[in-house]
């Protein structure tokens, strides 16, 4: 017995050293909880554990999802608060130098149809100092936004929401709260959408209407944000069959009450009761890694991290919306650690979770790469946020979410990157885009682009036209790729072998001169997580039977 016992403490004294040193057991179980402290690993281990203990959820990983090709790299801004036009475009070429390419930027309605319904004029302000109020054409700020954002290759997610005080009887209300008369809102929609038909074609409508206070100072109301999607989607679908509407943002929360919040599951699932399945072509939904860290496996409906979206595919297949990507419209880890403040005098310090800078510069592009490796159903993710203009809203933990820090230089408008900025840049700049695992489009982001064809019998009415060889790169054990020869009417499938594990660059010859390509399907059958937890596990059985043959012993005596 006493051998036994030395045993155990020389196992645990070997992995207490470990975990403090960060060695391989330390590195494991940060694959799996996110978690960085030897108490929080221990725990996260046993909650990932339990992960197996329940039933897997509905995820489809093989599906075709539409919507999804585009490069996925985008950034929330803040450009309708900006005034100088040198600092917006300082601004749009540090982010597309970043990597950048999509813009999540909100046109707020009280900001533009300002005076009055119908009323697309702002009279809010006496600029002259003469006491009589100046009007302003409430477009031209947004026309400068979208000439910019194109000037610097920089494509839009529109964000409707945030209604004008006319749009209530109540003017007092809490600003967020939805209009009176749901169609002032779609008529706002038509507005903007008409406006720049052809330059803007995605639009979101609303902003995490599951939680306090998106939907003003009311209860959350599943019932009425499904009318105004659907009102607004058919609206919107009207001035152009191209436009995708995207869901107001999902936002992540356990809540029950219903008042501050309502559980994202119960009001995702509410949504699709109401038939707001049929009036969305992408789900929205934030993506804060919030306590734990890009690599956290663990998947609890009591509790949210990274992977909380893994419940809204759920959701979404067992609805019969395999087919719709998730975009994720925030995403990013608080940095408040290094704040200049003291925790105390920082709002809602404890509310995102905190790191430090460079955890967050760590962090993100770990998750940038977990989202190509593991999550075919993800598609845009908009990093929360470049920076804001107002540098005294330092005592706000918010704040610490930016991505560069203004240097307020009015000559010369300039920024200092963050560390986030740097490290998010050298990702995307370095990476080699790889087909992993999942169903592909032949116009996604990491094929080299041939000829963009209108293809009605094409899963999505799209294809590409090839010249006879094919390259791209490739991780998983097999490819097949569904294709047809120009002037064919008939689609054929070619197998194409992958070597396990690796990475490679396929160079397919179709031998039929130019063709046409609809769609790419990648096959991992290996399970790298499911080797590592077999490894663990016969480490645990070895030390097991260790102390086994240690007791038999000592009893033998």
Known sequence: MRRLVVLFLVAISLLGLDLHFRGLA???????????????????????????LRHPLATDPLAAIDHKADV?????TFLQQEVEADKIEAMLRMIHA????????EFPWEDIETDGRGQYTDSRLDRDGDGIRDTIDAWLKYDQIVDLSERHGLRL?????????????????????????????????????????????????????????EWGDNPVDPAGYAQMLCRTYDALKAIDPAIVVVSGAIAQTIALDGYWGMSDLVYLQALYDHGAGACFDVLSAQGYGLRSGPTDQRLRATSVNVARHTFYRDIMVRNGDAHKPIWLSEVAWNATLDAALPPEQIVGYANYGNVTQQQAAQYMPLFYERRERD????????????TRPDPFEAGQAFYYFRMVEPDYQPDKPSFTPLPIYDSVANY??????????????????????????????????????????????????????RWRAVGSAQWRIKPVPISAGLAQTQQIHFGAGPLVVDEIVVYDRGDSRLLAWLALGLSLGLVGLVWLVAALRGRSR
Do not use: C, K
């Open 375 to 386: 999550w075919t159903w993800v598609g845009n993710t908009m990093y929360w946020f470049f």
């Open 98 to 105: 970043a990597g950048f390419r999509w813009l999540r930027q």
């Open 428 to 481: 995307i700049g370095s990476q080699q885009p790889t087909l992993y695992r999942g169903t592909h489009q032949a116009e996604t982001w990491q094929i080299g682009l041939g000829e963009a064809l209108l293809d009605e019998t094409a899963r999505f009415g799209r294809a590409q036209a090839f010249a006879e060889d094919l390259s791209f790169r490739a991780h998983g054990t097999a490819l097949t790729i």
């Open 26 to 52: 330390w590195q494991f179980i940060w694959s799996q909880t996110g978690e960085e402290t030897p108490l929080a690993q221990l725990r996260g281990l046993v909650e990932v554990a339990g992960n197996l």
């Open 157 to 213: 997610l529109v964000r409707l929401s945030n209604p004008p005080r006319w749009s209530r009887a109540n003017p007092d209300e809490l600003d967020l709260a939805p209009p009176d008369d749901l169609q002032d809102f779609v008529n706002f929609a038509v507005a903007v959408a008409s406006r720049y038909r052809g330059r803007i074609t995605h639009y979101q409508i609303w902003n995490e209407p599951n939680i306090y206070p």
């Open 72 to 76: 996925p790299y985008g950034i929330n």
